[in-house]
Protein backbone atom coordinates (compact mmCIF):
# COMPACT_ATOMS: atom_id res chain seq x y z
CA UNK A 1 0.00 0.00 0.00
CA UNK A 2 1.50 3.29 -1.11
CA UNK A 3 2.02 5.41 2.28
CA UNK A 4 2.92 8.93 0.00
CA UNK A 5 -0.92 9.35 -2.12
CA UNK A 6 -2.79 7.10 0.34
CA UNK A 7 -6.10 5.43 -1.51
CA UNK A 8 -8.57 6.38 1.61
CA UNK A 9 -7.94 9.97 1.49
CA UNK A 10 -11.08 11.57 1.61
CA UNK A 11 -11.71 13.49 -2.55
CA UNK A 12 -12.70 16.95 -0.86
CA UNK A 13 -8.89 16.65 1.07
CA UNK A 14 -7.04 15.96 -1.88
CA UNK A 15 -8.47 18.47 -3.95
CA UNK A 16 -7.56 21.14 -0.77
CA UNK A 17 -4.41 19.52 -1.05
CA UNK A 18 -3.60 19.91 -4.31
CA UNK A 19 -4.93 23.40 -4.56
CA UNK A 20 -2.77 24.50 -1.57
CA UNK A 21 0.52 23.03 -3.10
CA UNK A 22 -0.25 24.75 -6.08
CA UNK A 23 -0.91 27.85 -4.54
CA UNK A 24 2.41 28.13 -2.66
CA UNK A 25 4.45 26.51 -5.80
CA UNK A 26 2.71 29.38 -8.04
CA UNK A 27 3.89 31.91 -5.07
CA UNK A 28 7.23 30.72 -4.40
CA UNK A 29 8.17 30.58 -8.52
CA UNK A 30 6.29 33.92 -9.69
CA UNK A 31 8.53 35.80 -12.18
CA UNK A 32 7.13 39.25 -12.80
CA UNK A 33 8.52 40.79 -15.60
CA UNK A 34 8.76 44.66 -16.06
CA UNK A 35 9.58 45.56 -19.59
CA UNK A 36 10.30 49.26 -20.78
CA UNK A 37 10.36 50.31 -24.33
CA UNK A 38 12.25 53.43 -25.81
CA UNK A 39 10.00 54.40 -28.68
CA UNK A 40 6.87 55.84 -30.14
CA UNK A 41 3.55 53.71 -28.26
CA UNK A 42 2.31 53.09 -31.86
CA UNK A 43 5.46 51.50 -33.26
CA UNK A 44 6.47 49.70 -30.62
CA UNK A 45 2.74 48.17 -29.79
CA UNK A 46 3.34 46.75 -33.29
CA UNK A 47 5.13 44.35 -32.32
CA UNK A 48 2.80 43.01 -29.45
CA UNK A 49 -0.23 40.52 -30.51
CA UNK A 50 -3.67 41.34 -30.06
CA UNK A 51 -5.16 40.93 -26.40
CA UNK A 52 -2.04 41.02 -24.52
CA UNK A 53 -3.14 43.02 -21.64
CA UNK A 54 -5.57 42.90 -18.43
CA UNK A 55 -5.22 46.63 -18.15
CA UNK A 56 -4.21 49.76 -19.90
CA UNK A 57 -3.43 52.66 -17.54
CA UNK A 58 -2.09 55.73 -18.68
CA UNK A 59 -1.75 59.33 -18.65
CA UNK A 60 -1.58 60.74 -21.97
CA UNK A 61 0.53 64.27 -22.88
CA UNK A 62 -1.93 66.72 -22.34
CA UNK A 63 -3.33 69.30 -25.87
CA UNK A 64 -0.25 72.10 -25.66
CA UNK A 65 -0.08 72.37 -21.99
CA UNK A 66 3.80 70.91 -21.23
CA UNK A 67 5.13 71.58 -24.69
CA UNK A 68 8.03 73.39 -22.98
CA UNK A 69 9.00 69.80 -21.77
CA UNK A 70 7.48 66.80 -24.06
CA UNK A 71 6.50 68.12 -27.07
CA UNK A 72 2.66 69.03 -27.13
CA UNK A 73 -0.20 68.55 -29.04
CA UNK A 74 -2.58 71.04 -30.08
CA UNK A 75 -5.84 70.59 -29.33
CA UNK A 76 -7.39 70.99 -32.42
CA UNK A 77 -5.19 67.90 -33.54
CA UNK A 78 -5.46 65.94 -30.64
CA UNK A 79 -8.16 63.40 -31.44
CA UNK A 80 -6.84 63.01 -35.10
CA UNK A 81 -3.32 62.32 -33.38
CA UNK A 82 -4.39 59.94 -30.11
CA UNK A 83 -7.38 57.59 -32.64
CA UNK A 84 -4.59 55.59 -34.06
CA UNK A 85 -3.05 54.70 -30.53
CA UNK A 86 -6.46 54.27 -29.60
CA UNK A 87 -6.48 51.85 -32.13
CA UNK A 88 -3.60 49.64 -31.18
CA UNK A 89 -4.84 49.96 -27.73
CA UNK A 90 -7.78 48.29 -28.45
CA UNK A 91 -5.92 45.69 -30.52
CA UNK A 92 -3.52 44.63 -27.90
CA UNK A 93 -6.38 44.97 -24.95
CA UNK A 94 -8.05 41.70 -23.69
CA UNK A 95 -11.89 41.35 -23.88
CA UNK A 96 -11.82 41.07 -20.32
CA UNK A 97 -9.73 44.13 -20.00
CA UNK A 98 -10.26 47.57 -19.36
CA UNK A 99 -8.27 50.75 -20.35
CA UNK A 100 -8.33 53.83 -17.98
CA UNK A 101 -7.31 57.12 -19.52
CA UNK A 102 -6.38 60.27 -17.17
CA UNK A 103 -7.02 63.49 -19.12
CA UNK A 104 -8.47 66.63 -18.58
CA UNK A 105 -9.14 69.09 -21.56
CA UNK A 106 -7.75 73.09 -20.43
CA UNK A 107 -9.32 76.15 -21.11
CA UNK A 108 -8.71 77.95 -24.27
CA UNK A 109 -10.42 81.58 -25.08
CA UNK A 110 -11.87 81.50 -21.93
CA UNK A 111 -13.90 78.45 -22.33
CA UNK A 112 -13.08 74.63 -21.98
CA UNK A 113 -12.08 72.91 -25.33
CA UNK A 114 -13.89 69.58 -26.46
CA UNK A 115 -11.31 67.73 -27.40
CA UNK A 116 -11.92 64.81 -24.81
CA UNK A 117 -15.50 65.07 -25.66
CA UNK A 118 -14.38 64.56 -29.26
CA UNK A 119 -12.44 61.80 -28.60
CA UNK A 120 -14.56 59.72 -26.92
CA UNK A 121 -17.22 59.46 -29.96
CA UNK A 122 -14.39 58.98 -32.41
CA UNK A 123 -13.41 55.95 -29.87
CA UNK A 124 -17.03 54.92 -29.61
CA UNK A 125 -16.70 54.94 -33.66
CA UNK A 126 -13.60 52.55 -32.88
CA UNK A 127 -15.45 49.95 -31.32
CA UNK A 128 -14.69 51.01 -27.76
CA UNK A 129 -17.38 51.19 -24.93
CA UNK A 130 -17.36 54.05 -22.89
CA UNK A 131 -18.21 52.64 -19.77
CA UNK A 132 -17.87 54.82 -17.28
CA UNK A 133 -16.07 57.97 -15.93
CA UNK A 134 -14.50 58.23 -12.83
CA UNK A 135 -13.05 61.75 -11.01
CA UNK A 136 -9.75 62.12 -8.94
CA UNK A 137 -10.25 65.01 -7.02
CA UNK A 138 -6.93 66.37 -6.01
CA UNK A 139 -7.63 66.49 -2.36
CA UNK A 140 -4.43 68.85 -1.73
CA UNK A 141 -4.62 71.27 -4.60
CA UNK A 142 -3.24 74.01 -3.95
CA UNK A 143 -5.34 77.81 -4.07
CA UNK A 144 -5.33 79.91 -7.08
CA UNK A 145 -7.28 83.26 -8.31
CA UNK A 146 -8.67 83.11 -11.74
CA UNK A 147 -10.80 86.01 -13.48
CA UNK A 148 -13.34 83.90 -14.72
CA UNK A 149 -13.02 80.45 -13.31
CA UNK A 150 -11.83 78.96 -10.02
CA UNK A 151 -9.27 76.63 -9.62
CA UNK A 152 -8.93 73.01 -11.54
CA UNK A 153 -9.00 70.00 -8.51
CA UNK A 154 -9.95 67.70 -10.92
CA UNK A 155 -8.71 64.96 -13.73
CA UNK A 156 -10.89 63.08 -15.86
CA UNK A 157 -10.34 58.70 -15.50
CA UNK A 158 -12.16 57.53 -18.48
CA UNK A 159 -13.25 53.74 -18.39
CA UNK A 160 -13.22 52.02 -21.81
CA UNK A 161 -13.89 48.52 -22.68
CA UNK A 162 -14.11 46.12 -25.46
CA UNK A 163 -17.01 43.84 -24.40
CA UNK A 164 -19.44 44.74 -21.53
CA UNK A 165 -18.40 41.32 -19.29
CA UNK A 166 -14.78 42.62 -18.40
CA UNK A 167 -12.49 41.90 -15.09
CA UNK A 168 -13.60 43.71 -11.95
CA UNK A 169 -12.63 43.07 -8.37
CA UNK A 170 -14.46 45.21 -6.43
CA UNK A 171 -13.92 43.74 -3.06
CA UNK A 172 -10.03 44.70 -3.77
CA UNK A 173 -10.83 48.41 -2.78
CA UNK A 174 -13.48 48.73 -0.58
CA UNK A 175 -13.24 51.40 2.10
CA UNK A 176 -13.70 51.74 5.68
CA UNK A 177 -17.80 52.95 6.64
CA UNK A 178 -16.53 55.76 8.75
CA UNK A 179 -18.67 57.71 10.27
CA UNK A 180 -21.43 57.54 7.41
CA UNK A 181 -22.59 55.02 9.05
CA UNK A 182 -23.01 56.56 12.41
CA UNK A 183 -24.85 59.11 11.23
CA UNK A 184 -27.12 57.98 8.38
CA UNK A 185 -27.37 54.38 9.04
CA UNK A 186 -28.40 55.06 12.82
CA UNK A 187 -31.36 57.00 11.53
CA UNK A 188 -33.26 54.79 8.91
CA UNK A 189 -36.21 56.56 7.25
CA UNK A 190 -39.04 54.29 6.27
CA UNK A 191 -37.60 54.18 2.81
CA UNK A 192 -34.24 53.45 4.16
CA UNK A 193 -35.62 50.30 5.64
CA UNK A 194 -37.04 48.35 2.51
CA UNK A 195 -35.79 48.10 -1.20
CA UNK A 196 -36.12 52.00 -2.54
CA UNK A 197 -36.85 51.42 -6.57
CA UNK A 198 -35.48 54.57 -8.45
CA UNK A 199 -37.67 57.50 -9.31
CA UNK A 200 -36.32 57.91 -12.70
CA UNK A 201 -37.03 54.42 -14.01
CA UNK A 202 -33.67 53.18 -14.81
CA UNK A 203 -34.79 49.87 -12.83
CA UNK A 204 -32.21 50.59 -10.24
CA UNK A 205 -33.03 50.42 -6.31
CA UNK A 206 -30.89 50.56 -2.94
CA UNK A 207 -31.91 49.20 0.57
CA UNK A 208 -29.63 51.28 2.67
CA UNK A 209 -30.60 49.29 5.72
CA UNK A 210 -28.51 46.39 4.10
CA UNK A 211 -25.42 47.94 5.43
CA UNK A 212 -26.26 48.43 8.67
CA UNK A 213 -23.23 46.72 10.92
CA UNK A 214 -20.96 46.40 8.01
CA UNK A 215 -17.46 47.62 9.00
CA UNK A 216 -17.03 47.72 4.91
CA UNK A 217 -18.42 49.67 1.69
CA UNK A 218 -17.91 50.03 -1.95
CA UNK A 219 -16.47 53.18 -3.41
CA UNK A 220 -17.82 55.82 -5.36
CA UNK A 221 -16.87 56.82 -8.75
CA UNK A 222 -14.77 59.88 -6.87
CA UNK A 223 -11.41 59.34 -5.87
CA UNK A 224 -9.98 61.89 -3.43
CA UNK A 225 -6.21 60.92 -3.53
CA UNK A 226 -3.52 63.70 -2.91
CA UNK A 227 -1.13 64.83 -6.10
CA UNK A 228 2.41 63.86 -4.93
CA UNK A 229 4.51 66.89 -4.32
CA UNK A 230 8.17 65.60 -4.42
CA UNK A 231 10.06 66.37 -7.21
CA UNK A 232 9.75 63.02 -9.31
CA UNK A 233 12.22 64.80 -12.11
CA UNK A 234 9.01 64.42 -14.36
CA UNK A 235 6.21 67.75 -14.50
CA UNK A 236 3.30 65.28 -15.15
CA UNK A 237 4.06 62.40 -12.83
CA UNK A 238 0.73 60.63 -11.36
CA UNK A 239 0.16 59.70 -7.82
CA UNK A 240 1.29 56.21 -7.13
CA UNK A 241 -1.96 55.73 -5.26
CA UNK A 242 -4.11 56.45 -8.53
CA UNK A 243 -2.97 53.65 -11.00
CA UNK A 244 -2.50 51.91 -7.86
CA UNK A 245 -6.53 52.01 -7.17
CA UNK A 246 -7.18 50.70 -10.71
CA UNK A 247 -4.53 47.76 -10.97
CA UNK A 248 -6.35 46.32 -7.78
CA UNK A 249 -9.78 47.02 -9.51
CA UNK A 250 -9.25 45.40 -12.50
CA UNK A 251 -6.37 42.84 -12.64
CA UNK A 252 -5.31 39.78 -10.35
CA UNK A 253 -1.18 39.12 -9.39
CA UNK A 254 0.23 37.80 -12.72
CA UNK A 255 -2.00 39.89 -14.87
CA UNK A 256 -0.42 42.26 -17.83
CA UNK A 257 -0.56 45.66 -17.13
CA UNK A 258 0.75 48.37 -20.21
CA UNK A 259 1.20 51.98 -19.75
CA UNK A 260 2.07 53.16 -23.31
CA UNK A 261 2.93 56.72 -21.89
CA UNK A 262 5.28 55.81 -19.40
CA UNK A 263 6.54 59.21 -18.56
CA UNK A 264 8.65 58.02 -15.31
CA UNK A 265 7.29 54.60 -15.25
CA UNK A 266 5.03 55.27 -12.06
CA UNK A 267 2.33 52.58 -13.33
CA UNK A 268 5.00 49.59 -14.28
CA UNK A 269 6.72 50.78 -10.19
CA UNK A 270 3.10 50.12 -9.01
CA UNK A 271 2.51 47.18 -11.27
CA UNK A 272 5.50 45.27 -9.71
CA UNK A 273 4.92 46.26 -6.29
CA UNK A 274 1.53 43.99 -6.89
CA UNK A 275 2.65 41.46 -8.78
CA UNK A 276 1.32 41.94 -12.01
CA UNK A 277 3.56 42.45 -15.13
CA UNK A 278 3.98 45.26 -17.08
CA UNK A 279 4.93 46.75 -20.21
CA UNK A 280 6.08 51.01 -20.58
CA UNK A 281 6.59 52.37 -23.53
CA UNK A 282 8.21 55.99 -23.26
CA UNK A 283 9.01 57.90 -26.47
CA UNK A 284 12.20 60.49 -24.67
CA UNK A 285 15.49 58.90 -23.84
CA UNK A 286 15.55 61.28 -20.34
CA UNK A 287 12.19 59.99 -19.16
CA UNK A 288 12.57 56.49 -20.17
CA UNK A 289 15.67 56.57 -18.20
CA UNK A 290 14.27 57.50 -15.27
CA UNK A 291 11.81 55.11 -15.24
CA UNK A 292 14.14 52.61 -15.61
CA UNK A 293 16.14 53.89 -12.39
CA UNK A 294 12.78 54.51 -10.90
CA UNK A 295 11.38 50.75 -11.70
CA UNK A 296 15.55 49.02 -10.49
CA UNK A 297 14.75 51.15 -7.06
CA UNK A 298 11.42 49.44 -6.83
CA UNK A 299 12.77 46.73 -7.42
CA UNK A 300 15.68 46.62 -5.11
CA UNK A 301 13.44 47.51 -2.22
CA UNK A 302 10.77 44.59 -3.46
CA UNK A 303 13.99 42.16 -3.30
CA UNK A 304 14.82 43.09 0.00
CA UNK A 305 11.84 42.72 1.73
CA UNK A 306 11.95 39.56 0.74
CA UNK A 307 14.50 37.74 -0.71
CA UNK A 308 13.10 34.51 -1.51
CA UNK A 309 9.99 34.88 -2.62
CA UNK A 310 9.65 36.34 -5.65
CA UNK A 311 12.00 36.91 -8.92
CA UNK A 312 12.04 40.02 -10.87
CA UNK A 313 13.12 40.33 -14.28
CA UNK A 314 13.27 43.71 -16.24
CA UNK A 315 13.81 43.71 -19.68
CA UNK A 316 15.40 47.18 -21.22
CA UNK A 317 14.31 47.95 -24.85
C1 LIG B 1 1.62 62.84 -18.79
S1 LIG B 1 3.15 62.10 -19.04
C2 LIG B 1 3.01 60.56 -18.17
C3 LIG B 1 3.50 60.65 -16.78
C4 LIG B 1 3.40 59.33 -16.03
N1 LIG B 1 2.03 58.98 -15.75
C5 LIG B 1 4.19 59.39 -14.73
O1 LIG B 1 3.60 59.24 -13.64
O2 LIG B 1 5.41 59.63 -14.79
C6 LIG B 1 3.08 61.56 -20.71
C7 LIG B 1 4.38 60.95 -21.21
O3 LIG B 1 4.13 60.43 -22.52
C8 LIG B 1 5.32 60.57 -23.29
N2 LIG B 1 4.92 60.46 -24.71
C9 LIG B 1 4.45 61.44 -25.53
N3 LIG B 1 4.15 60.93 -26.73
C10 LIG B 1 4.45 59.60 -26.69
C11 LIG B 1 4.34 58.53 -27.62
N4 LIG B 1 3.87 58.73 -28.85
N5 LIG B 1 4.72 57.29 -27.23
C12 LIG B 1 5.22 57.06 -25.97
N6 LIG B 1 5.36 58.06 -25.05
C13 LIG B 1 4.96 59.30 -25.39
C14 LIG B 1 5.86 61.92 -22.86
O4 LIG B 1 7.23 62.05 -23.15
C15 LIG B 1 5.54 61.92 -21.36
O5 LIG B 1 6.64 61.47 -20.60
Known sequence: MC???PLDFPLQAWYY??????????????KIKTDLYLGDCLEVLANFADDS???IMTSPPYADRRSKTYGGI???EYVAWFTPRAEEFLRVLKPSGTFILNIKEQAVDGERHTYVIELILAMKKQGWLWTEEFVWHKKNCYPGKWPNRFRDAWERCLQFNKSRK???????VMVP????????LKNLSKTDQSRDTSKVGSGFGKNVSNWVDRQMAYPTNVLHLATETGNRKHSAVF???LPEWFIRLFTKENDWVLDPFAGSGTTCQVAQKLLRNSVGIEILPEYYQL?????????????EEDQNAVHYTTGDH
Open 166 to 172: FNMYQEA
Open 17 to 30: AIKHFRTKADYWMT
Open 239 to 241: PKS
Open 177 to 184: MGDWAEKR
Open 74 to 76: SPD
Open 53 to 55: FDL
Open 3 to 5: KVF
Open 291 to 303: ARENIKLTQYQLF
